[in-house]
């Protein structure tokens, strides 16, 4: 695979690649150690399946349908997919194109050699910034917003492993991480309180929105089991 000259990339970045170098390096670096060290193998396995839970957002969208169905979690469940839509608006149309940034591997031959003793596949598209994270950040982000505060901060960790487990891969710079966690926690911000908004002010005000406020599935598979 050949890699992609400092002059052909985007103003953008070439500054983020200058500006983060330091910190890309040594985070890529401590990650490629572990992958090296006793426990590479064990690693492997975990960050290889973890980061697939990411994959297109499709876990987190099957997630919030499912709460979506129920009225106790129907909220958050609108949270979560409206948080994954506009994460995904900002990163993948928006964002992405913009600045493209060649994937680690595709910029030194360091990272190339690094990535490719982890073995894994190439990704699609550009690196900044990273789409997992993004979404994941946007999913639970809302989750914590509106759930119990002694149990919600168990987002935080699944979302950084998210994002350790793009750069023990090698896939992403860890300045994409920061990017993609700060983005997808904006969007699930906005994602959350809009939907506050059409549940406080505008679903109880006509008839289609008093079903999506007070059906549930819970209680029709109750009341079907009384009658049966």
Request: glycine share 8%; proline share 4%.
């Amino acid at each position: 695979m050949e890699l992609v000259p400092v002059e052909q990339m985007s103003a953008a970045a070439q500054w983020l690649n200058e500006t983060f170098a330091t910190f890309d390096y040594n985070i890529l670096e401590f990650y490629y150690n572990l992958h090296s060290s006793p426990i590479g193998g064990i690693l492997d396995v975990f960050f290889e399946i973890y980061t697939r839970l990411g994959d297109e957002g499709i876990l987190f969208i099957v997630l919030s349908l499912i709460m979506m169905l129920f009225k106790k979690t129907r909220k958050l469940g609108f949270g979560m997919l409206g948080g994954i839509i506009i994460g995904a608006l900002f990163t993948n149309i928006t964002i992405k194109p913009l600045v493209a940034r060649p994937r680690p591997y595709a910029t030194t031959e360091t990272f190339y050699n690094w990535w490719n003793s982890v073995a894994h596949g190439l990704e699609s598209e550009y690196s900044f910034p990273s789409g997992h994270t993004t979404s994941t950040a946007a999913a639970l982000f809302p989750v914590f917003l509106g759930w119990d505060k002694k149990k919600s901060w168990i987002v935080f960790p699944l979302i950084v492993l998210m994002g350790a487990s793009r750069n023990y891969i090698l896939v992403h710079y860890p300045s994409d991480i920061l990017g993609g966690i700060i983005i997808g926690c904006l969007a699930g911000l906005i994602a959350y309180f809009l939907f506050d908004f059409l549940y406080h002010r505008v679903f109880p005000k006509n008839k289609l929105g008093r079903t999506i406020l007070y059906s549930d599935l819970g209680e029709f598979i109750k009341k079907k089991k009384n009658k049966a």
